[in-house]
C-alpha cells in the first residue's frame, strides 16, 4: 500500500532556531497538507497546497511558517525561530480525491 | 463548515458492536462524511465515507440517513486494537478540500 514518509520521526530544537520537516508524499496525489497535534489535543490544520502554491491556510499558519515542494518529490514545512509552543506532532498528508493519507508523523520538541 | 458532535469517550468489551454517532445537523448539498480512527502518536486513518444510506466495507459501515443531519460509525465485533480516537467529518465532495478535525471519540475496548 502506497504510504506518506515523513523525516525526521523525532527532533529536538532550541528555542529560536529553524527547523525544517520533510515529508515524501504519495506520488500520485495532487494535494498536500500540514497538520500538528499538541499532546493531548486535536489535529490541527495548517496548510494545504496545490499546484506549486497555498490553497488554503489556518490562523496558526502565521510568518513564522513556510512550505515547498522544491523537486516534485519532498514536501517541506520550515518554521523559523521556533517557540516552545510550537512542541507537537506534525502531520503531514496527501490527497487524490476526497481521501486523505496521512504520515506518521514528526515529533518537533523546542527545549 | 458544517460543525459535528459526537461523543467525548466510548467503552465496550472484545467482540461487541459499537457504534458512534455523530451529528451535523448543518451539512450541506455538497458535503461528505468521513470517519478517521488514531492510534496514540500515529496519523489519521481513514476508515469510511460515504454521502448518504448505508455504506460498508471490510472495516465498518456508516449509516447515514435521509435527512443526513446525523451519521452512525458501525464497528462489528471491536477487538482490544480497536482502541483509539474516531473523527468524524463533514467537508465539501471538491477534492482537495482541507479536512478540519473535532475533538473525536475515544473508543477504549476491554477484554
Known amino acids: 500500500e502506497p504510504e506518506v514518509t515523513q523525516t525526521p520521526s523525532h527532533q529536538v530544537t532550541q528555542m529560536g532556531q529553524e527547523v525544517i520537516l520533510r515529508c515524501v508524499p504519495i506520488?500520485?496525489?495532487?494535494?498536500f497538507y500540514w497538520y500538528r497535534q499538541i499532546l493531548g489535543q486535536k489535529v490541527e490544520f495548517l496548510v494545504s497546497?496545490?499546484?506549486?502554491?497555498?490553497?488554503?491556510k489556518s490562523e496558526i499558519f502565521d510568518d513564522q511558517f513556510s512550505v515547498e515542494r522544491p523537486d516534485g518529490s519532498n514536501f517541506t514545512l520550515k518554521i523559523r525561530s521556533t517557540k516552545l509552543e510550537d512542541s507537537a506532532m506534525y502531520f503531514c498528508?496527501?490527497?487524490?480525491?476526497?481521501?486523505?493519507?496521512f504520515g506518521q508523523g514528526t515529533r518537533l520538541t523546542v527545549v | 463548515l458544517a460543525k459535528t458532535t459526537q461523543p467525548i469517550s466510548m467503552d465496550s468489551y472484545e467482540g461487541q458492536e459499537v457504534n458512534i454517532t455523530c451529528s451535523h445537523n448543518n451539512i450541506a448539498t455538497n458535503d461528505y462524511i468521513t470517519w478517521y480512527q488514531q492510534f496514540p502518536s500515529q496519523g489519521p486513518r481513514f476508515i469510511i465515507q460515504g454521502y448518504k444510506t448505508k455504506v460498508t466495507n471490510e472495516v465498518a459501515s456508516l449509516f447515514i440517513p435521509a435527512d443526513r443531519k446525523s451519521s452512525t460509525l458501525s464497528l462489528p465485533r471491536v477487538s482490544l486494537s480497536d482502541t483509539a480516537v474516531y473523527y468524524c467529518?463533514?467537508?465539501?465532495?471538491?477534492?482537495?478540500?482541507?479536512?478540519?478535525f473535532g475533538k473525536g471519540t475515544t473508543l477504549s475496548v476491554s477484554s
Open positions: 506520488s500520485n496525489h495532487l494535494y
Open positions: 467529518l463533514v467537508g465539501d465532495k471538491q477534492a482537495g478540500t482541507a479536512l478540519i
Open positions: 497546497f496545490y499546484n506549486n502554491e497555498i490553497s488554503e
Open positions: 498528508a496527501s490527497m487524490a480525491n476526497t481521501e486523505a493519507f
